[in-house]
């Protein structure tokens, strides 16, 4: 059964760091492609990063590239989200996702098959 707990977010000052987890089980992670989503009151859910285990190679929304970075950790089988910079219009509720392919783009939520349970991220002073 694939499993997809998520840690992490809370309250910033703009300008500051936070750092997302998303513990992965269930899954051959080499294969799986894991993404980061998040969506703001009153509006749809967007992609912002992707890990493509499968390349080693990642993607990011234009406005997030340079401030946000996917990693893993093999031993911990946990994706993270490090972000830096943020500014108020990045807050909304965060979430991960894993799937079965090996995408070479950013890939729409509608796609992945497997959430972890979200996580609210506020950027405010």
């Known amino acids: 059964q694939v499993s997809l707990v998520q840690s992490g977010g809370g309250l910033v000052q703009p300008g500051g760091s936070l750092r997302l987890s998303c513990a992965i089980s269930?899954?051959?992670?080499?294969?799986?492609?894991v993404g980061w989503f998040r969506q703001a009151p009153g509006k749809q859910r967007e992609a912002i990063a992707c890990i493509n285990n499968n390349e080693g190679t990642s993607y990011y929304l234009y406005s997030v590239k340079g401030r946000f970075t996917v990693s893993r950790d093999n031993a911990k089988n946990t994706i993270y989200l490090q972000m830096n910079s943020l500014k108020p219009e990045d807050t909304a509720v965060y979430y991960c996702a894993a799937d079965h392919f090996s995408p070479n783009y950013l890939p729409t939520w509608r796609i992945f098959d497997h959430w972890g349970q979200g996580t609210q991220v506020t950027v405010s002073s």
């Open positions: 269930g899954v051959n992670l080499d294969v799986y492609a």
